[in-house]
């Protein structure tokens, strides 16, 4: 896809995307063979219900039908959220992602996972989990510090909430 099909057609969905409540996170086009997938990814600092979803589809869908955005031929609207696995490329992403495991690649070089604790506009301030009975340790990162970062899937976390309150 151009730059400046991506261009237009975020021009044209991100204010009915907004309008929803929800932020365009991404804009995505597929195509395979002769099929074309229009891939599109939103978010809000609640998340997003399927209530919301099939209505800004509609929407989306509606405001497409209108235009020539797509070009001829056909394709499919997919609108979703992100992933379990996201990327934090922006600031709302990392605060979306408070109390979440993430895996940072350091500027320094390096890999760390850690728990996002709190976020501000100079970085993030995590708690690294202890290994073989050791206990957590605090680390602060700046922005500047982390070259790339995603949230990291738990499936057997203990909620420390739950805990303290048995």
Request: net charge negative.
């Amino acid at each position: 896809m151009s730059t400046t099909q991506s261009e237009r057609l975020r021009e044209l969905l991100e204010p009915l995307v907004t309008s929803q409540g929800l932020d365009l996170e991404e804009i995505e086009v597929d195509s395979v063979g002769r099929k074309r997938v229009l891939r599109v990814v939103v978010d809000s600092d609640t998340g997003a219900d399927l209530d919301q979803i099939a209505d800004v589809s509609r929407a989306l869908s509606a405001k497409l039908d209108e235009t020539d955005a797509m070009g001829e031929g056909e394709y499919t609207l997919e609108v979703g959220t992100p992933g379990a696995e996201r990327l934090l490329t922006e600031h709302r992403h990392y605060v979306r992602a408070t109390d979440r495991l993430a895996k940072f690649q350091l500027a320094e070089g390096g890999e760390l996972v850690a728990r996002i604790l709190k976020v501000d506009d100079e970085g993030v301030d995590t708690e690294v989990p202890g290994v073989k009975g050791r206990k957590a340790t605090a680390r602060r990162l700046a922005f500047d510090d982390i070259v790339r970062a995603r949230v990291q899937v738990e499936f057997s976390r203990k909620d420390n909430k739950k805990e303290e309150e048995a």
